[in-house]
């Protein structure tokens, strides 16, 4: 028998990077008082879900331990578009502002900043990026950016939700953990490269992947030649669901990604031979303390 440890090795991965109970009510918590506040402001009601959905990892399901934010859009009235526009300079940045101070009401002890599309609120455990959008006829929203250009974007929220969700129940449900697994080598790596980005080349990289549906015997070679495939996308691009907006990756993860590469066929290689201890600290230079050594 050969690679004795992959499956418990990458079973407990998992695990270990699955949001705890109480990290889980504690950010719908907050998600829920957002959400009050400002319907309480622009729609003079009390309700903690209406006109406000969770997008990014939250609304994806690719949220992992610890975590390290919330991003929530939050739908505003379509007359608060019109009266922004009668602003003269920078509209988007005027908005963010004002729903900086209708937060602040609430939350006055609490850290705030407004940053290019969202209104950053700190909290001591978990911060919540909140979105502010304007929906559009054609399901889609514009959202705020007020460093390029100061316009608005456009942005397909369910779009993206739907491509993940599609993606993962035709790959049993691989293209959450791969998405997690290196989401967690970006964190421990400090590798220059987006989320999002490592969302969409996951999806991308297991629609012809050959073991897409595999269990996690599979996940070393799911790591392995993830990290390849992200190789030889170096100074490429991705397609943004929805908007179909072009995204350039660059090159500055390129030498974390090449040495990451690396260190996963000499983990495999391990793997293998059963050498479930040197496979485990090779692993552990990819992702960190999350992935067991010892299994």
Same mark, same amino acid.
């Given at each position: 028998m050969v690679w004795n440890g992959v499956t418990a090795r990458f079973k407990q991965f998992d695990t270990n990077l699955r949001l705890t109970n109480d990290q889980i009510s504690d950010g719908t918590t907050k998600h829920k008082g957002i959400t009050k506040c400002l319907n309480t402001n622009y729609y003079e009601m009390s309700s903690e879900t209406s006109n406000s959905m969770l997008v990014g990892s939250w609304g994806k399901q690719t949220r992992m331990r610890p975590p390290r934010d919330i991003d929530l859009l939050y739908e505003l009235p379509t007359s608060v578009y019109h009266r922004f526009e009668k602003y003269i300079g920078n509209k988007q940045s005027a908005l963010l502002q004002e729903i900086k101070g209708v937060l602040e009401k609430t939350y006055p002890s609490t850290a705030m900043r407004a940053d290019g599309q969202v209104i950053i609120v700190r909290f001591n455990t978990i911060n919540v990026e909140v979105v502010p959008a304007f929906p559009l006829t054609n399901g889609q929203y514009w959202i705020c950016d007020t460093n390029n250009g100061r316009k608005y974007k456009e942005f397909d929220a369910v779009a993206e939700i739907e491509n993940m969700k599609k993606a993962n129940n035709e790959t049993n449900g691989n293209a959450r953990f791969l998405t997690k697994f290196m989401k967690a080598w970006q964190r421990e790596c400090s590798v220059p490269i987006k989320s999002f980005w490592i969302e969409l080349l996951a999806i991308d990289f297991l629609?012809?992947? $050959?073991?897409?549906?595999?269990? $996690?015997?599979?996940?070393?070679?799911? !790591?392995?030649?993830? &990290?390849?495939? &992200?190789?030889?996308?170096?100074?490429?691009?991705?397609?943004? $669901?929805? !908007?179909?907006?072009?995204?350039?990756?660059?090159?500055?993860?390129?030498?974390?990604?090449?040495?990451?590469?690396?260190?996963?066929?000499?983990? %495999?290689?391990? %793997?293998?031979?059963? %050498?479930?201890?040197?496979?485990?600290? %090779?692993?552990?230079?990819?992702?960190?303390?999350?992935?067991?050594?010892?299994?």
């Open positions: 629609s012809s992947w $050959p073991y897409k549906q595999s269990s $996690p015997f599979y996940h070393d070679w799911m !790591t392995r030649d993830f &990290l390849k495939y &992200l190789c030889g996308k170096k100074n490429s691009h991705i397609v943004v $669901p929805g !908007t179909y907006e072009y995204i350039g990756l660059g090159d500055d993860w390129f030498s974390r990604a090449e040495t990451a590469h690396n260190r996963a066929v000499k983990a %495999e290689q391990y %793997e293998y031979r059963d %050498e479930i201890q040197a496979a485990g600290e %090779e692993w552990q230079k990819i992702f960190g303390s999350q992935i067991p050594i010892h299994v």
